[in-house]
């Protein structure tokens, strides 16, 4: 991943300890999926782009239930990570990773909200890189909205607005501070001594007697330290998912953003319509995506492929010149210019060498299939390994299963099975081999032969007559 600021001096702490009872969740807020990832994915990914490595990231976690464990699970137990028994509010929150600030080599501290998935890196750029050039102690992300109702609102000095007096909670607002639209983000980047001063004196004087973050300001302000509000105009950073409506409202616009980046490097869209592709995915110049088609979990996909409506790929590589039509893959690496499909299912394990040809109804599982293969229709391989130049009628099934355990079937190269061909597994086909439509296969077949295993035609003639 390429960095976007060299100088490495910064850590990061995601708050993600809040209940999120809204969202009707049974685990933690942070771990409800944004096209298809989970929110603390989106919020630690634009932070590993920033230039935070992964030790610098600790992420404060609740205690109830498995949510600790889930969101370790969801980020790879990858980062640092904090627990907080009790939600006494966002400074005691940040309180938690007090070992991991102290720890710390790095002079600056981001705080982040991990239900805030749409902070992008580059924003996160331009915020750093304006409290580095401030020498600010403390600087706020904050951003003018329509509504700013429940934010926190930032109280400018009327003479210097340069200068911010106080960030003042809704509950704590009057009737003045309730019409500020400039509100606190909630991503505030601290000089790491501001910090560790904050945190000790921050106290729970106020109405909903919790530890706000917030407070760090009157702190810093009496200590005469430096404090300033970088104003970002794009409003997607106070975007949080509180609720699962909210949540689908941020998801069309991460699904169309993520679209836009895509057709910057050349990929085509016919329609937006129904296409949703994760951030994870990536997708070379000159492809087509046709509307309806799901690309999930770090897909690759090569240039000058075509997937076309109702295509669902996740966990999977496809080179470049393929065309899949209407299908499912799973977990596998399709090769350069393969034909999927339509209606095809390639289940997990599958390595589909370039030139395959796999036509409709076709479900293929566990399975490396060599070039130039052709699987054309109706036919189930699992379990196999089959050779280059294959060519498979039409109904073939690899019988993988006796009911107890599974076994492979092995086909040499250009081999020729006749329709309708059950492969009993085990079995092992050498090369050249062919078999005699509608066989069923049970022994190993040397290379050059012909199969046949079914039994003779016998027409009984005059039979209508006779009966
Ligand atoms: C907070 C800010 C407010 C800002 C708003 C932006 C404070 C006091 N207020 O308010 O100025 O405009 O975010 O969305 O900071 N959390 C914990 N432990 C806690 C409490 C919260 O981990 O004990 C986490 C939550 O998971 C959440 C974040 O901190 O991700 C913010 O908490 P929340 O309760 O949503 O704060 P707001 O009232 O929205
Ligand atoms: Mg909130």
């Known amino acids: 991943m390429k960095n976007i600021i060299n100088k490495k001096n910064i850590s990061a702490i995601i708050l993600a300890a ?25 919020v630690s990914r634009s932070l590993q782009k920033l230039g935070c490595s992964n030790s610098e990231i600790c ?53 982040m909200l991990g239900d805030a998935p749409l902070v992008s890196e580059n924003i996160l750029k331009d915020f750093y890189d304006y409290h580095l050039s401030e020498n600010n102690s403390l600087t706020i992300l904050s951003s003018e909205i329509k509504n700013p109702f429940g934010y926190g609102r930032i109280l400018r000095d009327p003479n210097n607005s340069k200068n911010i007096l106080k960030i003042v909670e809704e509950l704590d607002c009057n009737q003045d501070q309730k019409l500020i639209s400039e509100i606190n983000s909630g991503v505030m980047c601290f000089k790491k001594q501001a910090l560790l001063i904050a945190l000790d004196k921050i106290n729970n004087n106020n109405i909903k007697n919790e530890y706000y973050i917030t407070s760090a300001v009157d702190i810093l302000k009496a200590e005469n330290q430096k404090i300033g509000a970088y104003n970002c105009q794009d409003e997607k950073v106070v975007l949080g998912a509180n609720t699962r409506f909210e949540l689908l409202k941020m998801n069309e616009i991460a699904r169309l953003e993520v679209i836009k980046n895509l057709a910057e490097n050349g990929i085509e869209f016919i329609s937006t319509e129904g296409v949703v592709i994760s951030p994870s995915v990536k997708i070379g110049a000159g492809s087509v995506i046709y509307p309806g088609v799901i690309l999930k979990d770090f897909c690759e996909i090569g240039e000058n492929c075509v997937i076309t409506s109702n295509s669902f790929i996740s966990k999977s590589s496809i080179g470049s010149g393929s065309i899949i039509k209407s299908s499912y893959i799973d977990n596998s690496k399709i090769g350069e210019n393969v034909k999927i499909g339509p209606f095809s299912n390639i289940r997990p394990n599958c390595d589909i060498k370039s030139g395959v040809k796999i036509g409709d109804f076709v479900e293929i599982k566990n399975s490396n299939i060599d070039q130039n293969t052709s699987v054309a229709h109706l036919t189930y391989i699992g379990d196999s390994d089959v050779g280059q130049k294959v060519n498979f009628g039409c109904g073939c099934v690899t019988v993988n299963y006796n009911g107890l355990e599974k076994h492979r079937t092995i086909i040499g190269n250009d081999c020729f099975i006749g329709c309708n061909t059950n492969l009993i597994a085990p079995v092992k086909l050498g090369d050249g081999v062919y078999t ?32």
Not at 18 to 42: A, D, H, N, Q, Y
Not at 439 to 464: L, Y
Request: net charge positive; with cysteine.
């Open 59 to 111: 992420i404060v976690c609740p205690d109830d239930n498995d949510s600790k464990d889930l969101i370790v699970l969801a980020t790879n137990n990858k980062f640092c990570y904090a627990t907080q028994k009790q939600r006494l509010g966002t400074a005691h929150a940040v309180k938690q990773a007090i070992d991991f600030i102290k720890n710390s080599k790095n002079d600056n501290i981001l705080i």
């Open 436 to 467: 005699a439509a509608g066989s069923t296969i049970t022994d190993d077949i040397p290379d050059g032969a012909m199969s046949i295993a079914r039994s003779r035609q016998i027409n009984k003639t005059n039979w209508k007559l006779k009966k």
């Open 18 to 42: 809040g209940e999120g009872k809204r969202m009707k969740s049974k685990t933690s807020k942070v771990l409800c999926e944004l096209l298809f990832e989970p929110m603390i994915s989106w």
